[in-house]
């Protein structure tokens, strides 16, 4: 099956760029996939998802997004992607649903008509759907104005889906953003997701909102430093999952852990663990040594990306 997007070799060379802004980049992104790309500031993720969502020119290589060529099938593209940009750009004197029905006429999903009343059906359904979905309903018919940044930016994902794409670009889309306004538009984003299973690209600052992500793809220098899933690029740049044990009977400890051909040194007088699942759950439920002492360090995707921040500074190569 034909990803959703499949990027090849991709270069750009901006005219007054000193060295290419993205130098051979070649990764794919399923159906429904939830993929993240993350990198330190210049690394060249927005020169990537303007080139993805055919507002920007490549200088080589090859994007296809839902089966179309990014240059020779732009227009095909656009009606397949829905895009969330760093900055806003709703018009602030006109009501939530206005600016949705400007939005779907320029894109020509709908014809424009001067009143919500005189719009289509197929089009009244569909806000009314996705307005309870990501929860903006009551507001609908207010001025943007009036709006909390977080309503913004619900507003403007709901714009961004009203065509149905297959595929949603979403551009550092909780920048500026109160922990909470973040929180509560990722659970509609991951709902979303989930009902329409649709491909989301994500790139982001905050590295919390990749946790979640299947695979996650970090650059540096405009080129792809790693990829894989959380999981994957936790153990590949921090190493193994350990915890720290200590038995009432250190003795009786060490046999069960060996006994279980579990992985372990000595450390200060506790044991240093590896533990392999998603948790250390399932070790843990097989001992029966009271223990003393537990510690577990669940590794995150930041302390990872720090990892590859430094190492990349220090010319370091995977
Ligand atoms: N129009 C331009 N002309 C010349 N160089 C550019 C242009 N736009 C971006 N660049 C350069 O290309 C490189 C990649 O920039 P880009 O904006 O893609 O990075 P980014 O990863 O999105 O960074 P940030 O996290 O800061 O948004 C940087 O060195 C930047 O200075």
């Known amino acids: 099956m034909e990803p959703m997007i499949r990027v090849e070799n991709l270069r ?34 927005t020169t990537t998802i303007s080139i993805l969502t055919t507002t920007l020119s490549k200088t080589d290589g090859e994007v296809m997004i839902a089966g179309y060529d990014v240059e020779k099938e732009a227009s095909k593209v656009r009606r397949n992607v829905g895009i969330i ?24 999903v ?18 009314e759907e ?29 714009r ?11 551009d550092e889309p909780t920048q500026g ?16 997701r989930k009902e329409e299973n649709m491909t989301i690209f994500l790139t982001t600052h905050y590295l919390e909102e990749a946790e979640e992500a299947d695979r996650v793809c970090m650059i540096t220098q405009g080129k792809v430093a790693i990829l894989g899933t959380p999981d994957e690029i936790k153990h590949k740049l921090l190493g193994d999952k350990t915890m720290l044990l200590r038995g009432e009977d250190e003795a009786a400890l060490k046999e069960e852990l060996d006994a279980m051909r579990a992985t372990y040194t000595e ?11 998603k948790t250390p759950q399932h070790l843990l439920s097989q001992l029966h040594t009271p ?8 590794p995150t995707l930041e302390e990872a990306y720090l990892r590859l921040v430094e190492q990349s500074e220090r010319g370091v190569s995977l």
């Open 130 to 158: 996705l307005s309870q979905v990501v929860g903006i309903h009551e507001n609908l018919f207010k001025k943007v104005k009036g709006f909390s940044g977080g309503m913004r930016r619900k507003l403007e994902i709901m």
């Open 85 to 108: 940009f760093q900055n806003p750009s709703l018009d602030l004197d006109l009501t939530a649903e206005e600016n949705i029905r400007l939005h779907v006429s320029i894109y020509g």
């Open 110 to 127: 709908y014809a424009y008509r001067p009143f919500y009343s005189m719009m289509p059906a197929a089009y009244k359904q569909r806000i």
């Open 160 to 170: 961004s889906l009203m065509h149905n794409p297959q595929i949603l670009f979403l």
């Open 291 to 298: 223990l003393t002492r537990l510690d577990i360090h669940q």
């Open 177 to 192: 953003l109160d922990a909470s306004a973040r929180q509560s538009l990722w659970t509609y984003l991951q709902k979303i």
């Open 12 to 45: 750009k060379q901006y005219k007054q760029g000193a060295r290419p802004a993205v130098d051979g980049v070649s990764f794919e992104v399923g159906k429904g996939e939830f993929f993240a790309f993350l990198g330190p500031n210049g690394a060249g993720k």
């Open 267 to 277: 450390e200060n007088g506790s044991l240093k663990v590896v533990y392999s699942d």
